[in-house]
T-cell receptor, first 118, second 111 residues
Framework: SAVISQKPSRDICQRGTSLTIQCQVD?????MFWYRQQPGQSLTLIAT?????????ESGFVIDKFPISRPNLTFSTLTVSNMSPEDSSIYLC???????????????FGPGTRLTVL | DAKTTQPTSMDCAEGRAANLPCNHS???????VYWYRQIHSQGPQYIIH???NNETNEMASLIITEDRKSSTLILPHATLRDTAVYYC????????????FGSGTKLNVKP
């Protein structure tokens, strides 16, 4: 399993500004993921971030809007750039790790960052 | 990618078993069934996953039909803290970024 922390836990930002969200894992992991959860909606995958390579973005998400860094095997950042009220969401970091009981892979999630853009 | 269908919401009495169904009729042979839950305002919590055999851990049991077209997550003794949205997800074994969340089932555990 993996224990994940995110900073900040929440923030209120002005439109046009940028916010960088940090994700820290208690163990080394190869694959990290960033999700968005808009109000009242399910989770949507933004991108996959592997250490040592460029992030891979899902359809509808671009690097200029959501630049991602992955400097080592325990840390990643997601930046929400030039924010608008439509970016108000919960942003979640996730990692691939072995499930405790089965010995096969699953994803573990951080607590999320609740972003409100005014 | 295989899709899943879940009821929008379910009620369960505290102390009783909660049985949450999931339909995944287009599942292929190399796809696992995963269950997560999300308690309000928290990150999703991994519960259990399986391929074709029934699985049990300290949180729940997963029953997968023989044809693998549906599954049921069982919480044996539901408590008020089990009130959450439960997501059933089908994922290919070797394509790990294909982890798509549907709408899930809102389980309401009532006293």
């Amino acid at each position: 399993s993996a224990v994940i922390s995110q900073k900040p836990s929440r923030d209120i930002c002005q439109r046009g500004t940028s916010l960088t969200i940090q994700c820290q894992v208690d163990s080394q992991v190869t694959m990290m993921f960033w999700y968005r959860q808009q109000p009242g909606q399910s989770l949507t995958l933004i991108a996959t971030a592997n250490q040592g390579s460029e992030a891979t973005y899902e359809s509808g998400f671009v690097i200029d809007k959501f630049p991602i860094s992955r400097p080592n095997l325990t840390f990643s950042t997601l930046t929400v750039s030039n924010m608008s009220p439509e970016d108000s969401s919960i942003y979640l970091c996730s990692v691939k790790a072995l499930a405790r009981t089965s010995g096969t892979d699953t994803q573990y999630f951080g607590p999320g960052t609740r972003l409100t853009v005014l | 990618d295989a899709k899943t269908t879940q009821p929008t919401s379910m009620d369960c009495a505290e102390g009783r078993a909660a049985n949450l169904p999931c339909n995944h009729s287009t599942i292929s042979g190399n796809e696992y069934v995963y269950w997560y839950r999300q308690i309000h305002s928290q990150g999703p919590q991994y519960i259990i996953h399986g391929l074709k055999n029934n699985e049990t851990n300290e949180m729940a049991s997963l029953i997968i039909t023989e044809d693998r077209k549906s599954s049921t997550l069982i919480l044996p003794h539901a408590t008020l803290r089990d009130t959450a949205v439960y997501y059933c997800i089908v994922r290919p074994l070797y394509n790990f970024n294909k982890f798509y969340f549907g709408s899930g089932t809102k389980l309401n555990v009532k006293p």
